[in-house]
Nanobody, 123 residues
């Protein structure tokens, strides 16, 4: 069971990036999915989550209106579209699969994690 995150990179403030998280070995079609991030010297924090069918999404206040989470169940892939990026968004971003049909803001509710992809936003 693997989650492979990709799409990170070095961008300037105001730019956009789209992160992808592809599942292999297990499709997670009935699981909520989430994106978390860990900035240098900070705790891991919830960024965005989506329910098993994409009908429910939730976001951290810091990214509302700028980030959009989506999923393509036919491709077993979850996306995080990040617009209007800020230096404060710099972090390693992780995708994760929830134990449940809906996402959660709590990391302990996730039982499968990707390896992380680095996002660096310069001012």
């Amino acid at each position: 069971v693997q989650l492979q995150a990709s799409g990170g990179g070095l961008v300037q403030a105001g730019d956009s990036l789209r992160l992808s998280c592809a599942a292999s070995g297990r499709t997670f079609t009935n699981n909520g999915m989430g994106w978390f991030r860990r900035a240098p010297g900070k705790e891991r924090e919830f960024v965005a989550g989506i329910s098993w069918n994409g009908g429910n999404t939730n976001y951290a206040d810091s990214v509302k209106g700028r980030f959009t989470i989506s999923r393509d169940r036919t491709k077993s892939t979850v996306y995080l579209q990040m617009n209007s990026l800020k230096p404060g968004d710099t972090a390693v971003y992780y995708c994760a699969a929830s134990r449940f049909a809906y996402s959660s803001i709590y990391a302990y509710n996730y039982d499968a994690w990707g390896q992380g992809t680095q996002v660096t936003v310069s001012s």
